[in-house]
C-alpha cells in the first residue's frame, strides 16, 4: 500500500494513501485522514492506518449507510428465504433509526449502551411500546454476529 505523511502545522499531520484508480473517469484515488501528536506517534499511526486501508477498513459515512450496503449484499449473496429477508428489512426500519445518523468514526460504545437503553424504555419508533430485554439481547447479539461493522461489503 502507497501512502505518505505530511505535516499540516505544529504537531498535525495528513495522511495520504493510494487506493486505486476510479472505474470510469480512471483518476488516481486517495483516502485522506489528519492526525494531531508527535511525528513519532504520526508514523506509528501512518502505518495502522495503510493497514486499516489494505483491509478495505470503512471509516467514513453513517451506520445506516453501512447498514444498508451491508444489507444489499447479505440479502442477495446469502441464502435467505424471503420472509428472511422482508423481517431483516423490518428490523433495520423500526428498530435502528436512532442509530442510522450517526457518524461510523463517533459511534461508540456509550451510544450503543443508550440505544440499548432506549429500547427498553420507549421502543424504537414513537408509538412502538417499550421492548423486552429478550428483544434487547436479541439487537445485541445480531450487532455482534454480523461481520465487523467496519469492513467494506463491495470489493
Not at 446469502?78 to 459511534?107: F, N, Q, Y
Amino acid at each position: 500500500m502507497q501512502g505518505h505523511v505530511r505535516q499540516r502545522g505544529r504537531n498535525s499531520w495528513e495522511f495520504r494513501a493510494y487506493i486505486g484508480r476510479d472505474a470510469t473517469t480512471k483518476r488516481a484515488r486517495y483516502k485522506t485522514r489528519t492526525f494531531k501528536g508527535s511525528k513519532r506517534d504520526a508514523d506509528r499511526a501512518m502505518r495502522a492506518f495503510l493497514a486499516e486501508v489494505d483491509r478495505g477498513i470503512i471509516t467514513e459515512g453513517t451506520f445506516g449507510e453501512l447498514v444498508e450496503r451491508w444489507f444489499e449484499v447479505a440479502s442477495t449473496t446469502r441464502d435467505w428465504s424471503p420472509k428472511g429477508i422482508a423481517e431483516t428489512r423490518r428490523i433495520i426500519d423500526t428498530r435502528l433509526g436512532a442509530l442510522s445518523p450517526i457518524a461510523l468514526d463517533k459511534l461508540r460504545t456509550p451510544i450503543i449502551d443508550g440505544y440499548y437503553a432506549q429500547l427498553r424504555a420507549h421502543g424504537a419508533l414513537v408509538g412502538i411500546d417499550p421492548v423486552s430485554r429478550t428483544t434487547v439481547t436479541c439487537a445485541r447479539s445480531g450487532l455482534r454476529s454480523r461481520p465487523p461493522p467496519c469492513v467494506a461489503y463491495t470489493q
